[in-house]
């Protein structure tokens, strides 16, 4: 069975912080990982991964995909309240051509 | 636990033809978002919905249309369609405003994957 799984299911820091947030997958056959940030409205998307070891990075935050290990991390320096949300992760299965999603991490960035 | 159910799974169509997904959300959502993700393409938000009404409306195409019904299903309804379409359509479905409370878990479907041939 194809599973994504995220961790922590929460963080709560103090602006300024550093924050890292873990998904590893175990699916039957990748094609890429997705990290989607959901506030208030629908989620936006962040980033698309799929190759190993390339850092994708946009103005604070950044991600990285291990192909070997499984794994795929999101970093964010220097929170600000305003990144207080549920970071989703999400695995592409090719061939299935559908998404299998992480339970999210709800993020609470404190003043 | 119920999730949320998209139909069909796969679907084939020729140009110009016309195209419905369905989503049927986690019982007791209300409220249901649509994305499309073409081939190699970053996911776009399309729309989303909350209590049968139109809550935030991103890249949809005019030749889109959509609407949610009084049993919180949602239908994505694609006219005249282009091979550009062909992309895997999810939605999501959440409880509660999502203009009211930050960061409500969101549930998303597997996909309809649209091929336009």
């Known amino acids: 069975e194809d599973k994504v799984v995220q961790s922590p299911l929460s963080l709560v820091v103090h602006e300024g912080d550093t924050v890292t947030l873990n998904c590893s997958y175990e699916?039957?056959?990748?094609?890429?990982l997705l990290w989607y940030k959901q506030e208030k409205k629908a989620p936006t998307f962040l980033f698309m991964l799929?190759?190993?070891?390339i850092e994708k990075k946009s103005g604070r935050l950044s991600s990285i995909l291990d192909k070997k290990e499984l794994f795929s991390i999101l970093n964010i320096t220097a929170t600000q309240t305003g990144d207080s949300a549920v970071y989703l992760c999400?695995?592409?299965?090719?061939?299935?051509?559908?998404?299998?999603f992480g339970q999210g991490t709800r993020l609470t960035i404190n003043p | 636990a119920a999730g949320v159910i998209q139909s069909p799974r796969h679907l084939i169509k020729e140009k110009r033809e016309t195209a419905t997904l369905k989503c049927y959300p986690i019982?007791?959502?209300?409220?249901v978002y649509w994305y499309q993700q073409g081939p190699g393409q970053d996911p776009q938000f399309l729309i989303s919905?909350?209590?049968?009404?139109?809550?935030d409306k991103g890249s949809i195409p005019d030749r889109f249309s959509a609407q949610q019904f009084s049993d919180y299903h949602s239908e994505l309804n694609m006219s005249s369609l282009e091979l550009g379409d062909s992309a895997l359509y999810f939605c999501?479905?959440?409880?509660?405003?999502?203009?009211?409370?930050?960061?409500?878990?969101?549930?998303f479907g597997e996909g309809s994957w649209l091929t336009v041939v």
């Open positions: 919905f909350y209590e049968k009404m139109q809550s």
């Open positions: 799929t190759s190993s070891g």
């Open positions: 999501a479905s959440s409880s509660g405003s999502s203009t009211r409370t930050s960061g409500n878990t969101i549930y």
């Open positions: 699916v039957t056959n990748f094609r890429s």
């Open positions: 999400a695995v592409e299965i090719q061939g299935a051509q559908k998404l299998v």
């Open positions: 019982p007791r959502h209300d409220t």
